[in-house]
Nanobody, 118 residues
Framework: QVQLVESGGGLVQPGGSLRLSCAASGFTFSFYDMSWYRQAPGKERELVATITSSGNSRNYADSVKGRFTISRDNAKNTVNLQVNSLKPEDTAVYYC???????????WGQGTQVTVSS
């Protein structure tokens, strides 16, 4: 049974930080590129960051470059998103996403809420 379980969301003041985590199970984690997406109320889901299966390459949305850092631990089947210097516009549900490059097989997590407000 495939599972992607996000954690670490919450309410934080502008300028604050959080560390989002995604624990994967039920598939061969090291074969999959991992991404974080987010969806704000009334908006489409958008790609925030991606890390390749080996961890050698990372890409970020322009809106989060320099503030967010994606990382993974293939031994622990986890992917993390360190989010710093948070802004109210970062408020959204953050989703973990796994995609196998060759086959296109993909999985979504259930999401974790991040709210940035004073």
């Amino acid at each position: 049974q495939v599972q992607l379980v996000e954690s670490g969301g919450g309410l934080v003041q502008p300028g604050g930080s959080l560390r989002l985590s995604c624990a994967a199970s039920g598939f061969t984690f090291s074969f999959y590129d991992m991404s974080w997406y987010r969806q704000a109320p009334g908006k489409e889901r958008e790609l925030v960051a991606t890390i390749t299966s080996s961890g050698n390459s990372r890409n970020y949305a322009d809106s989060v470059k320099g503030r967010f850092t994606i990382s993974r631990d293939n031994a622990k089947n986890t992917v993390n998103l360190q989010v710093n210097s948070l802004k109210p516009e970062d408020t959204a549900v953050y989703y973990c996403y796994a995609r196998r490059p060759l086959s296109g097989t993909s999985y979504w997590g259930q999401g974790t809420q991040v709210t940035v407000s004073s």
